[in-house]
């Protein structure tokens, strides 16, 4: 086997088609070999993890085995490392005793910073115990200021206006200057035709995708775990770096989907042990990539006036953000926090993320977030609203969601880099003419408060459970209905940690700076000086039994066995005719309104994880579809492209003769607001209708709120089929769904499968109102608050997002249905 034939392409993408467990028949059912330009189509594109997961759930029992059997031998005979090995071309050597030698120099650095810590927190003591001797006392006078109160904030305001950048050298400031060529992007198949010689990158970016297959749907827990353990090796990560160096970054998405396997790889999961964590040293070494990456992009992001981004471009900067994220979460955890006292540790945290995140690369977050927001109105052409805004609406790929779920992590670790990451916005804004929405900067300051108030209650439960080893995972708002009385909604928080799940409740006073500008529901920022949260209840995830996905990406139900243990406050409701008998624990379903989508998903993935600790399967998930048959009933054949929950916002009045409505207030009570092809749809919500399905004969079936014009363009397949070949008739998406039910429930034990939580005792959505499509105008209103205003001939519609990502779909999704049928629409600034 020759390093640099085709057939070493062939090879390792046909090792990771297996390891996916990706079908040797195509769409029709028919047996063929793919050509080699067929296969290094599909290695040019970066793994769509959606598609991935649903293939993986549409396995049947023979398929299932077949894929574990082959990804347990696979780790066990060291396959990972052989391929590596082979893929390394003898230049690698060099490159690879370069990357050693950066964590060779780069492990002194934790031992420096850690005598430092010491040295402080000896002198820190040492001064306590002189002012415990002797405290002196000074009489301050009314006229009596603190002048560092004033001055402060002041001079980081000051010494953040005066930073310039450097002056361009001839090269990069060029007319037409070039892009740089750290960021290669040599697709041709072939290097030397007449030798045979193939790109590199192929071979490499397939070896990524077994590795990746193993990583994010591992059939089998040891897997994973021992590929974990094998990433994590210094020699491994050096050989690594040394290969995907040695082929151009942006060439099949080799360096983005590197950077994917190393934040699955750094990420602490629950299995892993505390000597086989990550180290500094892993991520100093790999920081230093990244940051070679955020040099080469920033210069990039700054030609973007007159350009925009490519696919693979964005994909690099969306996962650069991401694994700078997993670093963020991640580095404090190898802080030794029991050596230092709160104050010092805060320091050497600091220490380290000053090293492991440079100025340069939270610089490339701000310019990701700058360019995306561009995009959203259009970027060059903001007048009109045309076909093709709406196609890159739905081709992106998520770079400011992970760039500022970057940057907020770090302002919650390092509140120091807040002003100058706000002046850095307000600069583009005031002197760049670039639109920044109030609505964006208020949902990153939000999450910074959010993430401050997480820290004090990781904390709070830890003094509270007397467990030093607890650490909170996720917390995420949600709206429960039923706490305290049926006929209300309750603000609550859901924790996932590392021992078990906390339903809380934060205090329901307004805050003491509260003026008239603040709202009736809990937000963050009413926390700022944090006050304790009551605890509703807690559970082990053992008593955790079902997991069901509800319609959209905002709602979430649980099967419970029992009530958990209460707080005083909440006490468990009474048992049933059906439940008296007090040695059986009763099943209890619990249904919660999320108000970011993407909580959702970071709850379900810790539920998911955690329960698998002990039982190694983890409990059975499903969609739902007591919700989505309401929906759907109520939406006929139109195309649902939006279900978002949202509250109310004001509203002025509007219409004119029988349909004149009155001028309204905000209301805080959630609501489902489905968008359509032809109206939009207001739903009451009522949970404590909702029980499990008895029939589980669709509770497989996926929401993605695509629009089938998109899909078909995405999925465009210009392969012809072999008529010669013998054709097999292939499964319907229901018989697939089926094959993934019975093995889901083949898994369940019996018992389990006879527990079942009370069925719905109603309908748990009620058709409010229905408003036809177009509207006369939209507003994307530019206050505080994410509101979207709608105004048609029967009155106007005022829906206030949760955030102004959610609000984004809802812009995308109405550029759609307004533009489809060639209506001339503009926008008006």
């Not at 070494?285 to 006036?305: D, H």
């Amino acid at each position: 086997l020759i390093r640099h034939k085709k057939v070493t392409i062939r090879l390792v993408a046909q090792i990771a088609n297996i390891l996916e467990g990706r079908s040797v028949y195509n769409k029709k059912g028919r047996r063929r070999m793919l050509s080699l330009q067929e296969i290094a189509k599909r290695e040019r594109q970066m793994w769509d993890i959606p598609q991935l997961e649903k293939d993986f759930r549409f396995l049947d029992n023979q398929e299932w085995d077949d894929r574990t059997v082959q990804a347990l031998s696979f780790v066990q005979a060291g396959g990972q490392a052989r391929i590596l090995e082979f893929l390394l071309d003898f230049a690698a050597k060099d490159r690879e005793e370069y990357w050693e030698a950066r964590a060779t120099k780069a492990s002194r650095v934790p031992d420096v910073i850690a005598q430092e810590a010491e040295g402080k927190q000896s002198q820190m003591l040492e001064e306590k115990r002189e002012e415990s001797e002797e405290a002196p006392q000074v009489e301050m006078d009314a006229e009596d200021e603190n002048e560092y109160e004033k001055s402060a904030g002041r001079e980081a305001v000051m010494i953040a206006l005066m930073r310039e950048e450097g002056d361009l050298d001839l090269e990069h400031g060029a007319l037409f200057a070039k892009r740089p060529e750290s960021l290669g992007m040599e697709e041709d198949i072939f290097l030397d035709e007449a030798k045979g010689f193939v790109n590199p990158a192929y071979a490499v970016a397939a070896y990524f995708r077994a590795l990746h297959a193993l990583l994010a749907v591992s059939p089998h827990p040891t897997c994973k775990l021992d590929l974990v353990r094998e990433l994590r090796q210094p020699e491994t990560t050096a050989k690594m770096l040394a290969l995907v160096t040695g082929v151009p970054a942006l060439a099949c998405n080799v360096a983005a989907k590197f950077l994917r396997i190393m934040s699955l790889t750094m990420t602490i999961g629950a299995h892993d042990e505390q000597d086989g964590f990550p180290t500094l040293e892993h991520f100093a070494v790999l920081s230093q990539y990244v940051q070679q990456l955020a040099e080469s992009l920033l210069y990039l992001l700054k030609l973007t006036k007159d350009q925009r981004l490519n696919d693979n471009e964005q994909i690099l900067c969306r996962e650069v953000a991401r694994f700078m994220s997993v670093t963020v979460i991640t580095v404090p955890r190898l802080a030794k926090a029991d050596e230092f006292q709160p104050d010092v540790l805060q320091a050497v945290i600091d220490k380290y993320l000053d090293w492991l995140v440079p100025s340069v690369t939270v610089r490339v977050f701000v310019a990701m977030v700058l360019y995306d927001l561009q995009m959203d109105v259009g970027g060059g052409n903001r007048g009109a609203l045309h076909a093709n805004f709406v196609k890159e609406a739905y081709k992106k790929v998520g770079m400011k969601d992970q760039a500022m779920s970057a940057l907020y992590k770090l302002l919650t670790r390092c509140p120091k880099y807040l002003y100058d990451v706000l002046e850095v916005f307000s600069v583009g804004e005031v002197f760049l003419a670039q639109n920044v929405r109030p609505t964006f900067l208020g949902e990153l300051l939000n999450n910074v408060n959010m993430g401050k108030f997480m820290l004090y209650v990781e904390e709070w439960l830890t003094m509270n459970s007397e467990d030093s080893a607890m650490r909170v995972l996720s917390m995420e708002v949600v709206e429960v209905k039923g706490i305290v009385q049926s006929n209300y909604f309750v603000v609550c928080l859901l924790v996932t940690t590392s021992k078990k799940v906390f339903l809380l409740e934060p205090s329901r006073d307004l805050p003491e700076f509260a003026g008239d500008d603040v709202g009736e529901s809990w937000e963050a920022s009413w926390e700022v000086r944090p006050r304790s949260p009551k605890i509703v209840w807690e559970r082990s995830y053992s008593d955790l039994v079902r997991i069901w996905q509800c319609y959209g990406h905002q709602i979430l139900a649980l099967e419970w066995k029992g009530h958990g243990s209460r707080g005083p406050d909440y006490p468990a409701p009474p048992r049933t005719a059906s439940t008296e008998d007090a040695d059986i624990e009763p099943l209890v379903s619990d249904v919660y309104l999320f108000r970011r989508a993407e909580g959702r998903e970071a709850i379900i993935e810790d539920l998911l994880v955690f329960s698998a600790k002990d039982s190694g399967t983890g409990v059975p998930m499903f969609v739902d579809p007591v919700f989505r048959d309401e929906v759907l009933k109520a939406t006929g054949q139109d195309v649902v492209l939006a279900a978002t929950l949202t509250a109310m916002g004001p509203t002025e009045g509007g219409g004119t003769g029988f349909f004149k409505q009155a001028a309204t207030k905000a209301s805080p009570i959630p609501r489902l607001f489905v968008l359509t092809s032809t109206s939009v749809i207001e739903f009451d919500i009522n949970p404590l209708s909702w029980g499990p399905p008895q029939d589980l004969e669709h509770a497989i079936i996926l929401d993605d709120f695509v629009p089938e014009e998109m899909l078909l363009e995405a999925e465009e397949d210009a392969a012809k089929e072999d008529e010669e070949e013998e054709p097999l008739p292939p499964p319907s998406e229901e018989e697939m769904a089926k094959r993934r039910m019975e093995r889901l429930l083949s898994q369940i034990k019996e018992e389990q499968q006879a527990m079942r939580a009370p069925a719905a005792s109603g309908p748990v959505l009620s058709l409010k109102v229905t408003h036809k499509l177009p509207p006369r105008e939209v507003h994307f209103e530019s206050r505080n608050e994410a509101d979207l205003t709608l105004y048609f001939s029967t009155g106007n519609l005022c829906i206030r997002f949760y955030s102004d990502s959610s609000r984004e779909l809802w812009r995308k999704a109405l550029a759609f249905s307004v533009t489809r049928d060639g209506a001339n629409w503009a926008r008006a600034f």
